[in-house]
């Protein structure tokens, strides 16, 4: 292997970019797939020839480690995913396990086994772009994977359970399958990240302190349809009336809330249509906040303002807030201190593995490299080759201290 | 033919529910459809059953006139459209033109020819429901037909000119065509009315001093595409946030304008996901009031508005405000009054071949009996017989009225 992995990162990006790759220049690597199967098996490739010790889980999810001292050592994992969105870009989820890949195994090159175990993984799925459901990876690692899973149908009616089955019979051939979950010591992920903000400020590296919790509602008001022409004012019940002044006033006072994200982006109408008085609106409300006691006072505002109203909500989607690890916070803050990298503590607005991991109580630590106009699961999505070669040098670096230097 | 009307017209309505009926207790019969033919020629039928003369025009437009000094004399016409909307009710123009046959068939067998020839029409079509074009056979009648409609296609591909001329030739064996316009000294149009009014007033007779103009917008916004988690509130460009704010404004406002109905009915979200904000709304506005400067004036109101909330609009619809005859309405104040029966000068906000048949000058009169609960297009259309043999009694003496005693 080469030594100069300032160039490796950027020549495994383009290599891996041909498996799933679209006619507009996207990339679609859906799991269990023949691309993803593709990209899994050069993963192991490359894994190998840095002297990496490779298996699989029964999702097929890959693992890469250094040599140590026993297998049920806690070890540092450091990856992200291989599966993609349809048409997403070459970064999201392939950047973090090939940054992941080419600084451990320099790290062993250079410095030969490490203190402690390190590991490169690269999880099966997290996007949820073939099967109704998310980080299916993540979360069989850490033991949050529902049996249920394996009933979803994809839109072919295939079952997860038997394209599952299939292409991990196939990953077996090559290496070999530990079905009990490694205990973990730390997770790290890099990624680009999924926003302008580090672009809009200038900054190099984004310090993930927290996921944010997200709760997503089903908002329902109930109307009367009737004629347009020929029902008077006095005594319309008109869904769409009501929902309006209903999202006004949420429109008002959500900027109350400090640090809230909100976003009404889907509302249905029936029947919708113009000369016709509409008997329900149902429209969504995304509410993002790191802190899971805000997020339970705007869920408790929100509820009271729909009931005011006269709209029921339901909860539709029910994330915690997950703080990330302060002490490698602070350690990755130091890193990038000695790189003379200019870095950003933020939030993520979007789920990750890591928070997945976090979740399961393992200290996690996830970095941020910009990403150009902050576009994301697209095929423009792109990072200038220097900021993924310097995210890389962090990561490894970071790596190296973990360990390398035992503390 | 029995001399007992009360009986005729709630049988005649339940023979010709037959022609169309569907399994739901509802009617469909759209124009030139083997339904629509078969209720023409019962319509011929019975007309001449009556003594009347039949003869139809190029649309399939049946008319049945009684006798007449000379052929140009100008007829005063009574009558409604003999097409439905899909699964519509038994009463929608059907009404209309039976109780018109019932009157004017009794007028004649009991006082003979009158001064001024009366004659009943069965309008070809009204509705819309098979083509997309409306009122093709009153527009006809006053020469406001395009040849442009000939082209329209129905959902099977079948055009407006071939069902046309195949139906126009089966009616043509019974009854002779007049290619030539008839000329029209008034014409008479009772309908249900297609709302609440009159029921919740307590009201017998609904007297329309106007048919509302009305315009329909489509109001567009345009927003930038984003993530719902990573994109921070502030430089948000949200479609949707930017239409609550527009259509909350216009709920305040349009108030201010005294009889206007307006209505926000659909409302289209791209891409309309809860976790993406949205990049377009498009919202309709539909807009109606009986004076035609009130009307314009509140256009450029909203206009200015939708300009101001940085949207844009576009009229898609655009029908005239069309006052009534003030002289018909007067005689049919005076007929009822005489019968004692509760009348209620109103304003019609739906449309009816009334209204294309004033706006070609011709004095028109047009009479609501009323509707339970202002059903309407819909198989739960009804209303009591007593009400339908009043409005068909009161329609008699006012044709009574105009053909026997020459003013």
Known sequence: MSRDNHDNVIALLATFKHYGETA????????????????QQAFIVQAKAYGLTCFIDPMGTVYATTPTRNADEPVILTGSHMDTVINGGGLDGQYGVLASLVAVGELLAQYGPPQKPLGVVAFSEEEGSRFP?????????????????????????????AARQQAVAQLATL???????IALAAYLELH?????????????L?????????????????????????????GRVDAVAQAVALMHELYQQLPKFDGLRYTIGQIMVSPNTANVIADAVQFSLDIRHEQQALLDEVTRFVMAQ?????????????????????????KAAQTAAQQHVRVHKMISGAGHDAQVIAQS???VALLFVPSDQGI???????????????????????????GYQSS
């Open 361 to 363: 109580g393992v200290p």
């Open 175 to 181: 290496v070999p399958m530990r079905t009990t979950p």
């Open 306 to 330: 729909v009931a005011a109203g006269g709209g029921k909500a339901c909860l539709t989607t029910d994330i915690s807030a997950t703080p990330l690890s302060s002490v490698l916070l602070e």
């Open 24 to 39: 507009t220049g996207g990339l679609t690597r859906l799991v269990y797939d023949a691309h993803w199967l593709q990209a």
């Open 206 to 234: 984004g310090l993930v302190t927290a996921i944010v919790g997200q709760r997503r509602l089903a908002i329902t008001l109930t109307g009367v349809s009737n004629h347009a022409g020929t029902t008077p004012m006095i």
């Open 192 to 204: 680009i990240e999924q926003g302008n903000i580090l672009n809009a400020r200038g900054d190099e």
């Open 133 to 161: 459901t998310t980080f299916s990876g993540s979360r069989w690692l850490t033991q949050q994977f529902n049996g249920q899973d394996n009933k979803l149908r994809d839109t072919q009616g295939v079952t997860f359970d």
């Open 376 to 402: 994301s699961h697209a095929p423009a999505e792109a990072t200038a080759d220097q900021q993924l070669i310097q995210g890389q040098a962090i990561l490894q670096a970071l790596l190296y201290q973990l």
